[in-house]
């Protein structure tokens, strides 16, 4: 494990923690996937890490699903070079091409008093956008009507119109926002028991456990 690795384990160790115990899973730490690689998704929060915790779980509750059929647990590694590049882009087009992620009036814009971000790339969010600023569809026009606005008003006149808008608000005043301290009572997942299902009774591969699985998303 290189200095990077060291320096960045226990949030990972912390969040995934956090993620077991809110499934009501408990572990020790010989259970606790192995981390390698190098890499970190640039933000101002730990992605990276957030990725990598789902995705050891996730592999811890696959090599649980193999200990039922062949009855030993596969050991999990998470490299955080790949995971970070999952967690960016997973879908790889074959013989087309993936459509633009941002609408072109899409981004950041800065209001009388803050900065909000419109999104438009659904297109009654573009109209809404638009119908709320009253101005032409250019990013100078979308700029200067932004500015008469105060960001909170702007926020409220979009999403009143069925739009998507959101003033970058800080971490404090996100803590003191209506939807903050709302988000802040959820727990961390809802989990809904249902009947146990049935040990699985065909071949699993130790390699590719998941092989002929199918999940609708």
């Avoid at 996937?33 to 915790?53: H, I, N, R």
């Avoid at 074959?94 to 950041?108: F, K, R, S, T, V």
């Avoid at 009143?160 to 003191?176: F, L």
């Avoid at 709302?182 to 065909?202: D, M, R």
Wanted: charged share 20%; hydrophobic share 45%; proline share 6%.
């Amino acid at each position: 494990m290189n200095k990077f690795q060291q320096e960045t384990d226990p949030l990972y160790k912390a969040i995934l923690t956090e993620i077991q115990q809110a499934l009501g899973g408990s572990f020790t730490a010989m259970d606790r996937p192995e981390v390698s690689g190098v890499g970190t998704l640039p933000s101002v929060y730990a992605v990276t890490d957030l990725a990598m915790a789902s995705i050891a779980s996730a592999g811890m509750a696959v090599a649980e699903f193999v200990a039922l059929r062949r009855g030993t647990k596969p050991l999990v590694q998470v490299d955080r070079r790949l995971t970070s590049m999952w967690f960016s882009h997973s879908l790889r087009p074959i013989g087309w091409q993936l459509p633009p992620e941002w609408d072109a009036m899409a981004g950041n814009y800065k209001a009388s008093d803050n900065w909000i971000r419109l999104h438009t790339n659904a297109p009654h969010h573009r109209r809404a956008a638009f119908h709320v600023l009253g101005c032409s569809e250019e990013r100078e026009a979308v700029t200067k009507a932004v500015a008469t606005w105060q960001a909170t008003e702007l926020e409220e006149a979009i999403v009143s119109a069925k739009g998507c808008a959101a003033v970058m608000r800080s971490v404090e005043d996100w803590n003191i926002h209506e939807q903050g301290r709302a988000v802040a009572t959820e727990p961390l997942l809802h989990v809904s028991p249902t009947n146990f299902g049935q040990v699985p009774n065909w071949l699993i591969s130790a390699k590719r456990p998941l092989d002929g699985v199918r999940c609708l998303i």
